[in-house]
Structure formats: structure tokens, C-alpha cells
């Protein structure tokens, strides 16, 4: 070996993942994480029929054919490497599901996919395994995005949770195989070498909503790799030459002490936000500030003539471009302008919001124009937890300015969505999709998931067929 393998900071993790037991997590944050995962179900039964996901499957199981790993709401199976990607693309398909605030990436569309297969490949296993698998996942992919300062990486035009996600997933699937500390280090070598993903998919790329499937993906392979004795790269997160953090972090200092800072005090899992809208996480401010002054002040749109929206460098450049016609919904779902105009037009940002005809509406277009959307250095040397503040100002045709700070969002770390409002979520978004003793039993199965023999109990309640959440609104 060219450098030295002595003990560092990809050896104390896997060590922790190896050692972690149900036990050893206090019970509030398995509580949150299975509120959290009943999220990620939510979204991914909203996204299994969106129309962007029926491309996906169909193009995807003509590579693929068959298998006996379960895709989510199809009533179809394929290969275990087919299903996690389809899987985490219905998760992620409509911008409902959860992420870190602080070191981006969408946690369930990396390990609720992953669990999943992998279950189905070992013929089953406990839910209580698959818990104490899916919480070494929450906890695992934010430190390694910390140890690359996090949001920074979109600010340069990485797709954040890509790069930062196959460790996630291949340390859910690596717990739950039972991997001893060697293979693990492997699967994370393995992991970091699959790492990637470009910000620029965010304008119009389907695949923006496909890229966190890449990293479950290979996040899979990787422990199913090391499972099998195929080694990986040794202490990937600590080699200068090529190693992990060397080489996404060059120029940029990376921390490679974030990589396990806190394990088993800290919990990461409390930390995770969950949306209230249908849009990415760096919108939500402005979202939110939208929604309070058309309260409070009755706002006419047709009165607006002027919105200034400030905000700090990472939503900026992952939130502002001038939007052009046509728009897909994938953009929308990006873009400051468009989910200030419709939260002003509609009240709400929800998939209603982003139909074909709600896309090309001229009201939003009208209002869309009226959008300025500045970089203020103020907020982006503000204190670390008010980096991602928003500043909104409206400006009616009388003179009269309205404005509204947001530091954080409903959803952050200050003001959290709570365990019934993630229930109320999923039965207001899944509700009109499945049966009503359907969507019972799935909501019983994931916040019990420590109780069940077999979390193909709750792979069987996700397999049938599920109305899609657009039909006859395009």
C-alpha cells in the first residue's frame, strides 16, 4: 500500500456501525426515525405513478427484467440493484421528502430502498434490524457531508446527497447484512469511489430525481461487495492521495474529524428536516414568508408590483436562475421565483402547484416577472444557523412595502415538524391514493417497525398498485 493504514477516522466509524444496537439509541430517536421513514413511505407512494417515475420504470425494467425485489405502488418486482433505484427515485420524485439542513442529502431515499432489497435478498429479517440499520443511515451521511462543509458542495455544483449518500446506503445495507468492521470499511471505500452527481440535472433533468437513486444503488453494491470478500479502499475518508475528502474537499479544508464527531452522543436523526412543501429545501424560507404576508395582509397579486427576495450563497446559486418557458416541473420545484409567485397565487406548494397547466399559467408568469432575487453577504457571514435565512419584501402598486424575515423555516431544527404532523402528512398525501385499510396498515407497520418478524410484512403492504398523484391533473 502506498500511504499508511493506521487506524483513523474510517476505522472508528465502521467500528461504530459494527457495534451499534438497539439499545444503545435512546428511545426518542428511534421514535423520530420511524416517523421519519413513515415519510419517506409517504413520498414514495406519491412518487411511484408520478409520470416521470412511470418513464423511469418502464425504462429501468426493459434493462433490468425480472427479479423478486418489490417496487414500490407498481405491483412489480425486478432485480434487488433495479428496485433500489426505482425506489429511491419515487421517494425523491416530487421534492416532498426529507433533508439535513446543514450537510444536504435526502436520508430516506437512501436507506428505506436499500432496507427494502436487501431484506428480500436475505430472505427476510427483523424490523428491529432494520431500525437500528436505518438509524446508523440517518446518522452516517451527514458527517461524512460535514467533513466537506456541508451545503458548500452545492454552492460549487454538486448534487450534495449523491456524493454524501452511497456511504449512507452502503452502512444501512452493510448493518443490516451484519458486516464486521473490515467489510464495512470496505463498503465505505467502495461507497466513496461510486460517489457523484451534478447540480446542473436541477434545471430540467427527470434524472435530478434519479441521482440519489445512484447513490443507494451503489451504496447496495458496495456492501453486497464486501459481503462477498471483494475488498474496497482502505481508510478512504483519511488518504491525501485520492482518497475521499481529498479529493471532493480540494481547496476547500475539508474536516475529516466531522466524519464521527459525536457518534452515539449527538444524534443526527433529531437533526433531519421534514417539508411542508413541495419543493426543494432551500425554498422553503421564501415559501414560508409568502404564505405569512398573504395571511396577514390579504394580498392582492394582481398588486404586487415588485418582489425582492435576499438570500445567502448556497440557495442562490442552487435557487435562482431567470426562468424561461416552458418550465418543467422539476425546475419549478427549484426555482425562488416560481414558488414565491404560486405561494402568493395559491396558497400552498403542493403537486397541484406544478401540473402542466399551473406551469404555463400566464398569473404565474405575470407575478414570475416581478421576481428580483439578490445574493446579501449578510446572511451568508451571519452565524452558522442563520445561513439559510430568508429575506422577502413585497412591494404593492400603492408604495406600500411589505417585508418578512424567515431564519428558519417550519421544519428546522428551531421549530420542527412534529411526530403527528409527519402522521397527519402522510395520511393527507397518501389518503387519496390506496385504500383506507391499506393506508392504516402500512402507517401501523412503519411506527412499529421494531415489532415486526419481517419487514416484508411492510414491503407486501407497499407492493400493489397505487393511484397516481397527477392523474387528470395534466
Known sequence: MSESTTSGVTVALANWVEQLTLDAIPERVQVRAKHLMLDGVACGLVGAQLPWSRIAARSVLDLEGAGDAMVIGTGTTTSGPAAVLLNSTFIQGFELDDFHPLAPLHNNSLILPVLLATAQHLDGVSGAAALVAAIAGFEIGPRVGLALHGAQMLSRGWHSGPVFGTHTAAMTAGKLRGLGAEQLEDALGMAGTQSAGLMAAQYEAMSKRMQHGFAARNGYYAAGLAAGGYTGIKQVFDRQYGGYLAVFGAGHDPEPAQVIAGLGAGWHTEFVMVKSYAAQGGLHGTIQAALELRAEYGIDPKAVSHIEIRVGHTVYHHGWWQ??????????????????????????????????????????????????????????????????????????????????????????????????????????????????SRLDAIQRAVLNLDQLTDIRELADLLAAPVQGALDGNR
Do not use: C
Request: charged share 25%; aromatic share 4%.
Open 323 to 436: 426562468p424561461e418557458r416552458p418550465l418543467t416541473a422539476i425546475g419549478a420545484q427549484m426555482n425562488l421565483g416560481y414558488a414565491a409567485a404560486v405561494a402568493l397565487l395559491d396558497g400552498q406548494v403542493l403537486p397541484p402547484q406544478f401540473t402542466d397547466a399551473r406551469l404555463a399559467a400566464d398569473d404565474v408568469w405575470d407575478l414570475l416577472d416581478k421576481v428580483e432575487v439578490k445574493l446579501d453577504e449578510n446572511i451568508q457571514n451571519g452565524p452558522l444557523r442563520e445561513r439559510f435565512a430568508t429575506e422577502l419584501s413585497i412591494t404593492l402598486a400603492d408604495g406600500t412595502v411589505l417585508e418578512k424575515r424567515i431564519v428558519q423555516p417550519h421544519g428546522g431544527p428551531d421549530d420542527p415538524v412534529t411526530n403527528d404532523d409527519v402522521i397527519a402528512k402522510y395520511r393527507a398525501l397518501v389518503g387519496p391514493l390506496l385504500a383506507a
